[in-house]
């Protein structure tokens, strides 16, 4: 797996491409955290339409859920968009937003980028 983040206004853009793992997945999530613009972002778009292959399960998407929910605990609120087309991604990404949502996250699993933006905006 390899991945790119782009700041994306006031968030970032996680680009994921190939096999999905839980070490690679852990390097995004952590390179998100160390983003000179983490503490003032609002939102985070993951778009996983690049995959090959998802080599995670849920019990590694509900670890990641509450490492978000850790981090966010003194921080500002926080939109995660999860962009999906691979049926077994977007049911990992649905359980994440599930047991990610708090009073300070809000999650949900979009089939287009444009569709994400759209929720965030409208936050």
Same mark, same amino acid.
């Given at each position: 797996m390899t991945f790119e983040i782009i700041e994306d206004?006031?968030? %970032? %853009? &996680?680009r994921i491409f190939g096999d =999905?793992? @839980?070490n690679k997945m852990?390097?995004?999530? @952590?390179?998100?955290?160390?983003h000179p613009a983490w503490e003032r972002i609002r939102y985070q778009i993951w778009d996983f339409t690049?995959?090959?292959? =998802? %080599?995670i399960d849920n019990v590694s998407a509900l *670890? &990641?859920?509450?490492?978000e929910k850790t981090a966010r605990?003194?921080?500002?609120p926080m939109s995660i968009a999860s962009v999906v087309t691979d049926e077994k991604m977007k049911k990992i990404c649905e359980r994440f937003g599930q047991h990610a949502r708090s009073e300070k996250i809000r *999650?949900?699993? &979009?089939a287009s980028?444009?569709? *994400?933006?759209r929720w965030i905006d409208a936050a």
């Open positions: 206004g006031e968030g %970032l %853009l &996680f =999905v793992t @839980v852990m390097d995004a999530t @952590v390179r998100g955290w160390q690049g995959i090959d292959s =998802v %080599l *670890a &990641f859920a509450d490492m605990k003194s921080s500002m *999650a949900k699993t &979009f980028i444009s569709d *994400a933006r």
